[in-house]
Structures are given as structure tokens and as C-alpha cells.
């Protein structure tokens, strides 16, 4: 977890599956159900920004071909 995301935290009772949520603890090597939850609301979140970042590459938003070791030297292009 994160710093910024421990400092706001809140309590929230909702229902959940049972062997979703059993598996989720054994494929995180957790023993609690509330940090199974954290995890994967985690990586979902992670997914989702590494999917953005891969649909701004394909619409050329990131220009992959800059390199800021070499921009501004006289050799840059």
C-alpha cells in the first residue's frame, strides 16, 4: 500500500465472494480479506494507467523516440 493511500483509508461494508475472495488472498500471499481487496483494487488501478500509457503511445501523446540524455546537445536531431 501505498503512503498516500494509507492516510485515506475508510470503512466500507460490502458483500463479496466468498471463493473469489479466497483466491484472491492465496494468489496475493495475504491473510486478510481487507488487504486481498486493497491488492487488487491496486493492480486493477495499475492496469488501467499502463493500458492509458499504451493507447497515448499508439496515438503518438508519448514520443518514444526523444531521449532527454541527449536533447539540447548539439549532436541532437
Not at 532527454?68 to 539540447?72: P, V
Given at each position: 500500500m501505498t503512503?498516500?493511500?494509507e492516510a485515506r483509508l475508510s470503512r466500507t461494508v460490502i458483500d463479496l465472494d466468498d471463493g473469489t475472495t479466497e483466491e484472491l488472498m492465496r494468489l496475493y500471499n495475504v491473510k486478510t480479506k481487507a488487504a486481498a481487496v486493497r491488492r487488487a483494487m491496486?493492480?486493477?488501478v495499475k492496469l488501467h494507467r499502463r493500458l492509458e500509457f499504451m493507447d497515448a503511445i499508439?496515438?503518438?501523446a508519448v514520443d518514444l523516440t526523444y531521449d532527454?540524455?541527449?536533447?539540447?546537445t548539439p549532436d541532437a536531431a
Open positions: 503512503l498516500e493511500s491496486e493492480e486493477t499508439d496515438g503518438g532527454a540524455r541527449t536533447a539540447g
